[in-house]
């Protein structure tokens, strides 16, 4: 019984697994683009710069170059993000795929860690055995052994 209770829950973990696998293995799905190709707004008509204070007008003075147009600008950041939307999937995937290698690591170090502790322990059982034979207190109880080294000591607990 507790052999066919241990076979289904295998089998349910097993087809979690596989759930996890297919949704990893679907297309993701599909993103409109950030900004069509031929989509052309009107004119950008910005607000009346003398009605700025004038520290106002520095801080636009600094973050908005005179010389450039706005429609230059605006292009130069579209272009910009077009660049990095399209790269930005293979990030994912790659940071994916390597959080994915780091979790089988940490898998496979645990697992190693798990036999080095118990080959530890094993070699600890057996070393203490060989001890205890070479003293000859391999069949003796632990409180008896104590209480004959209690009978060696000198009185006075020293």
Same mark, same amino acid.
């Given at each position: ?58 801080? %636009?003075? *600094?973050? !908005?170059?005179?010389? +450039? ?5 605006? =292009?130069?950041?579209?272009? &910009?993000? @077009? ?21 089988? %690591?940490? *898998?496979? !170090?645990?697992?190693? +860690? ?5 080959? =530890?322990?094993?070699?600890? &059982?057996? @070393? ?31």
């Amino acid at each position: 019984m507790r052999n066919w209770l241990s076979l289904r829950l295998t089998l349910r973990d097993y087809k979690k697994k596989k759930k996890a696998w297919q949704a990893i293995r679907k297309p993701p799905p599909e993103q409109p683009p950030l900004f069509t190709e031929g989509e052309e707004t009107g004119p950008i008509v910005l607000p009346d710069f003398d009605l700025l204070d004038p520290e106002e007008g520095k801080i %636009r003075g *600094l973050l !908005a170059d005179e010389t +450039a147009s706005f429609d230059v600008i605006r =292009s130069q950041t579209e272009t &910009r993000l @077009r660049t990095i939307q399209s790269s930005l999937e293979f990030q994912v995937d790659q940071l994916a795929d390597n959080v994915h290698k780091l979790e089988q %690591r940490v *898998l496979v !170090a645990g697992k190693e +860690a798990d036999k080095v502790l118990s080959i =530890s322990a094993l070699r600890l &059982r057996q @070393r203490e055995e060989r001890e205890k034979a070479s003293a000859g207190t391999r069949e003796m109880p632990m409180m008896e052994v104590l209480r004959s080294l209690g009978n060696i000591l000198p009185e006075g607990g020293g």
